[in-house]
């Protein structure tokens, strides 16, 4: 007899851990999903870098699950979304309504209600790919914390996809999301790439008669980015003075 079913083994599966929603440059949206290697599952497995076992990849579509489904051609394994722990949203992509996505999300079978939500001020990649989960063997488990830290400081709230819906469907009041965003050590080292790279095309074009009006210009640049708010009522994600190796924050709503 001929085989009526599909395998659905976990070597078949890549488990997406999260996923970020933006606008895309030549489609609607840009969809980036970041899912772990199957080491990553095993506490005894795999690299000692946690970095090194998360994978991360985007493609552009006019839809989410259609651009999952492009993703599955490049991946070559089946996208599950079961094990997704956090959706980020950019803000830029947020500001313009995301409510048809909300409801896309929350009608799929595969995705948890209590699944994190997330509306970062830098791109989803960037966010994505600074999270280095390094107090964690297992990167899986990062994602856990959203619900511990928001219990132990004021500065987040555990905000789910289940509660977005809700508060998206009442008429008594507005849904809200973590707001996230990079560290000091994660802008630090996006404004040193950006300034190399402006400060090589300057010398290219600029003459040795303006370069005396040029390097005031960029030593009066350094003052302004440096200026970090401090008081606790003003702070909010992407404007911290945290340093270290992970340089994903999430501070406000």
Same mark, same amino acid.
């Given at each position: 007899? +001929?085989?009526?079913?599909? =395998?659905r083994?976990? #070597? &078949?599966?890549? $488990?997406? !851990?999260?996923l970020?929603? *933006?606008?895309?440059?030549?489609?609607?949206?840009?969809i980036?999903?970041?899912?772990?290697?199957?080491?990553?599952?095993?506490?005894?497995?795999g690299?000692?870098d946690?970095s090194?076992?998360l994978v991360?990849v985007?493609?552009?579509?006019?839809?989410?699950?259609?651009?999952?489904?492009?993703?599955?051609?490049?991946?070559?394994?089946?996208?599950?979304?079961a094990?997704?722990?956090?959706?980020?949203f +950019?803000e830029?992509f947020? =500001?313009?309504?995301? #409510? &048809?996505?909300? $409801?896309? !999300?929350?009608?799929?079978? *595969?995705?948890?209600?209590?699944?994190?939500?997330v509306?970062?001020t830098?791109?989803?990649?960037?966010?994505?790919?600074?999270?280095?989960?390094?107090?964690?063997?297992?990167?899986?488990?990062?994602?856990?914390?959203?619900?511990i830290?928001?219990?132990?400081?004021?500065y987040?709230?555990?905000?789910?996809?289940g509660?977005?819906?809700?508060d998206?469907s009442?008429?008594?009041?507005q849904p809200?999301?973590?707001?996230?965003?990079l560290?000091?050590?994660a802008? &630090?080292?996006?404004?040193?790439s950006?300034?190399?790279?402006?400060?090589?095309?300057?010398?290219?074009?600029?003459?040795?008669?303006?370069?005396e009006q040029?390097?005031?210009?960029?030593?009066?640049?350094?003052?302004e980015?440096?200026?970090?708010?401090?008081?606790?009522?003003?702070?909010?994600?992407?404007?911290?003075?945290?340093?270290?190796?992970r340089?994903?924050e999430?501070?406000?709503?």
């Open positions: 007899f +001929s085989k009526s079913h599909v =395998s083994d976990l #070597s &078949n599966l890549a $488990y997406v !851990l999260a970020g929603i *933006e606008k895309g440059e030549n489609s609607k949206l840009k980036t999903a970041q899912f772990a290697k199957d080491s990553a599952f095993s506490p005894s497995g690299s000692s946690e090194e076992q991360l985007s493609g552009e579509s006019d839809s989410i699950f259609s651009g999952i489904n492009l993703l599955n051609s490049y991946i070559g394994k089946e996208l599950n979304l094990h997704c722990n956090l959706i980020v +950019s830029e947020a =500001s313009e309504g995301i #409510s &048809n996505e909300i $409801y896309s !999300l929350i009608n799929n079978e *595969e995705i948890r209600p209590s699944t994190n939500i509306v970062s830098c791109s989803p990649y960037d966010y994505l790919d600074n999270i280095n989960p390094n107090l964690e063997k297992l990167p899986t488990k990062y994602y856990d914390t959203f619900v830290t928001s219990k132990l400081t004021g987040i709230s555990d905000i789910t996809l509660d977005f819906y809700n998206l009442s008429e008594t009041c809200t999301a973590i707001l996230g965003g560290n000091s050590t802008r &630090n080292e996006s404004s040193e950006s300034g190399s790279s402006s400060s090589s095309n300057s010398s290219q074009s600029s003459s040795s008669g303006n370069s040029n390097s005031n210009q960029q030593s009066s640049n350094p003052t980015s440096n200026n970090s708010i401090i008081n606790p009522e003003q702070l909010v994600a992407g404007t911290s003075s945290i340093i270290g190796n340089g994903s999430n501070i406000g709503m």
